[in-house]
């Protein structure tokens, strides 16, 4: 069902300091939500801050611009505090926010948050969802149409960044033809595709090469090779010079070894807990098991932070995927 936005636009003309905030280890639907609506909230003459709760990463370093700065938020996070609301973009849940979590419990200002994952927690302010769009990059461009702010160039490269990374570069089954018509839409507003691919996907650092080594190097299956599935140690990044962000997209390893059907990767966390990515294919729903682990996000793709370590989320995890599988021992 199409999102009402006259709330939202109420919202927006009633506030006039926005922070826009999204998950931890931001991707490019993401970032890409964040400056598009950064964009729009601008051009209506608000503030607006972009920021985030974890580090950006080399991968993205290419979106932190002059015109769109995205900050670093770290606890308590005082120097944000003079905001009248927060919009949190592309996710629902307080286990994605990090250390922001806190700090927008305790902020006594607007909240709204814009999302299209079916897991959602009661963050405490105005929800605008749709588990039907492909990217909250969507969203965010119908936002802004509601809005009657301007496709500038600068926001329809972020949203082309968006749309594209979500949906796969246009693989994922999430796409439909609309899709592709946003696509255009945004390729004439002023995207440059190509040079976005390759800033994503066409170069990468030395170390995260390393990284993938060891990462393929683990890769191990269970139930008859139906799951698939990797790790990362957190001495990993001393041994390879990598960083956590270079983990984004690890999963598509395991994801794509023939006869797959749930795909995880693990990722241990220097707190001793454990990032655990799931994918799965048509038949699975690995929402439903991140949601066990206190995670959640889409039927075919999701995640969690189980507060365990390495070991024991591997096998909890494990144990629980068997079972959605109808797999015993």
Request: net charge negative; glycine share 10%; proline share 5%.
């Amino acid at each position: 069902m199409p999102i009402d936005w006259s709330p939202f636009v109420e919202f927006v003309n009633s506030h006039q300091r926005f922070l826009i905030m999204t998950h931890v280890r931001p991707d490019g639907d993401a970032l890409g939500s964040e400056i598009g609506l950064a964009c729009a909230l601008r051009h209506l003459g608000k503030s607006a801050r972009v920021a985030i709760a974890s580090d950006l990463g080399p991968r993205y370093e290419f979106a932190n611009s002059e015109t769109t700065p995205i900050e670093r938020f770290e606890a308590p996070g005082d120097e944000f505090r003079d905001v009248d609301a927060i919009i949190v973009v592309d996710t629902g849940t307080w286990n994605q926010l990090g250390d922001f979590g806190p700090f927008m419990r305790s902020m006594n200002c607007g909240k709204a948050v814009i999302d299209h994952h079916q897991t959602q927690d009661d963050l405490g302010g105005i929800r605008f969802v749709d588990t039907n769009a492909e990217a909250a990059g969507r969203l965010i461009y119908d936002a802004t149409v509601a809005l009657g702010a301007p496709i500038t160039a600068e926001a329809a490269n972020a949203l082309f960044l968006a749309l594209a990374t979500d949906t796969g570069w246009f693989r994922h089954s999430s796409v439909v033809p609309r899709t592709f018509d946003l696509a255009e839409e945004l390729v004439r507003k002023g995207a440059k595709p190509t040079p976005l691919y390759d800033a994503i996907f066409g170069t990468s650092t030395l170390a995260r090469m390393r990284l993938i080594g060891k990462a393929l190097d683990r890769l191990k299956a269970e139930a008859n090779g139906k799951i698939v599935y990797t790790e990362i140690h957190w001495s990993d990044y001393t041994e390879t010079g990598a960083i956590p962000p270079d983990t984004e997209d690890l999963i598509n390893y395991p994801r794509a070894v023939s006869g797959v059907e749930i795909a995880l990767v693990f990722i241990e966390q220097r707190d001793g807990t454990t990032k655990v990515s799931f994918r799965a294919k048509e038949s699975q729903d690995v929402g439903k098991l991140a949601e066990q682990f206190g995670g959640g996000g889409h039927r075919l793709a999701s995640g969690a932070t189980v507060k365990k370590p390495l070991a024991e989320a591997r096998s909890a995890v494990l144990a629980a995927a068997k079972s959605a599988l109808g797999e015993t021992g």
